[in-house]
C-alpha cells in the first residue's frame, strides 16, 4: 500500500491526487464486479443466492491461480471489500494453512482467515438488530 506520508507539506497536492486516483481505481473495480453481477442478473435466470456463490468461488479460483494479488493491488478497497475479495481470503488461508499444517490446516486456515469479516458481520447485524424496529405486514 502506498504510505501518503512520505509526501511532504510542499507537495501535498500530489498526495492528494494519489488519494483520489486510489478512490477512482477502488470505484472501478468494485464497479466492474456490480456490473457484472447486473449482467447475470438481467441476461441469465440465475438467482441472487446463485451470483453470490458464483462471486464466492470466482474470488477462490482467482486467488488459486495467483491473478487476485493483482486485483486487489489495483484495486484495492474495491477488490477487497465485495463478496469476491471474501473468497480470496478464505483461499489464501486454507493455502498458507495447507501449506503448514498438511489438510487439517487447510480447513482451519481458511476459517482462521475468514474470522474476522464473520465476526465484523455478526456484531454488525447484531446492533442493527438492537436499533431497528421491525415492521409486520
Request: a positive charge; glycine letters at 14%; charged letters at 15%.
Amino acid at each position: 500500500r502506498r504510505e501518503y506520508s512520505r509526501y511532504s507539506p510542499r507537495s501535498s497536492f500530489r498526495g492528494e491526487c494519489m488519494i483520489w486516483l486510489d478512490f477512482l481505481k477502488a470505484f472501478l473495480i468494485g464497479g466492474a464486479f456490480c456490473v457484472i453481477g447486473q449482467l447475470l442478473i438481467n441476461t441469465t435466470k440465475m438467482t441472487s443466492a446463485r451470483i453470490l456463490v458464483g462471486f464466492l468461488l470466482a474470488g477462490v479460483v482467482l486467488e488459486t491461480v495467483g491473478v487476485y494479488d493483482y486485483i486487489r493491488d489495483f484495486g484495492g478497497a474495491g477488490a477487497s471489500v465485495p463478496i469476491i475479495g471474501f473468497g480470496s481470503s478464505l483461499a489464501r488461508g486454507a493455502i498458507e494453512g495447507a501449506l503448514e499444517n498438511g489438510l487439517l490446516g487447510a480447513v482451519s486456515g481458511g476459517i482462521e482467515a475468514a474470522a474476522p469479516g464473520i465476526a465484523a458481520v455478526i456484531f454488525i447485524a447484531f446492533i442493527v438488530g438492537l436499533v431497528a424496529t421491525p415492521k409486520t405486514k
